[in-house]
């Protein structure tokens, strides 16, 4: 297989939720020796892009969603694992969910849509104590920090999150996305974030702009 018609075929694999044959192509991309972030781009990424268009359109539901996502989890662990030592990205994100809120299919999307957009990813879960998204950004010297609130009662983690990064003198040091079911642009506005991610995609693009990219 060429490849061209392997990044075809990564693309289709990622739309179809297809994770045996993303996971094959991916390491079939690996012996070709092709470049893992070209395939990851052009191939893999426009799949994931094309899914999460049709979910916005209600062509596409949640369980549909999850597969693909996870297809893509697996084809780019296998693709970002064989980058160079010090290759780069295009940035560091520490992602969770916030303290009190155990949903994390829609974090666990937007680390799909980010790793697969070439950003290096710490998840750090669901369910997570406030200090610790301020640690581990500090720890890997991230760019940027993501919190996920699938509920009302949750949101108030991301204000809290901001405010503590103000008191701690970090707040110009690390950029702050927020996300979730009941934020809104009118929301992260008002806690001052510096981007509000409407879905998994939105948000892969948001970082990008945050970080001066496409």
Known sequence: MDKEQLIKEAAKSIIDADKVKA????KSAIAAGMDPLEVINEGFSVG????????????????ELILSAEAMKVATDILNASLPQGAQKRGKVVMGTAQGDIHDIGKSMVV???????????????????????????????DII??????????????????E?????????????????????RWADRIGADAYGVDAADAAEKAMK?????
């Open 112 to 142: 799909s849509f980010l790793q697969a957009n070439g950003f290096e990813v710490y998840d750090v879960g669901r369910d997570v104590e406030m200090q610790k998204f301020i640690d581990k950004a500090q720890e890997v010297d991230a």
């Open 165 to 185: 990064l103000k008191k701690a003198g970090l707040r110009d040091r690390f950029k702050v996305m927020v996300g979730g079911a009941p934020a809104t642009q």
């Open 23 to 26: 996971e094959e192509l991916a």
């Open 48 to 63: 994931i892009a094309k899914v999460g268009d049709l979910f916005g359109r209600g062509e596409l539901f949640l369980p």
């Open 146 to 163: 993501g919190m996920s609130a699938l509920l009302t009662t949750t949101m108030s983690g991301q204000k809290a999150l901001i405010e």
């Open 210 to 214: 945050l970080l001066g990219g496409k």
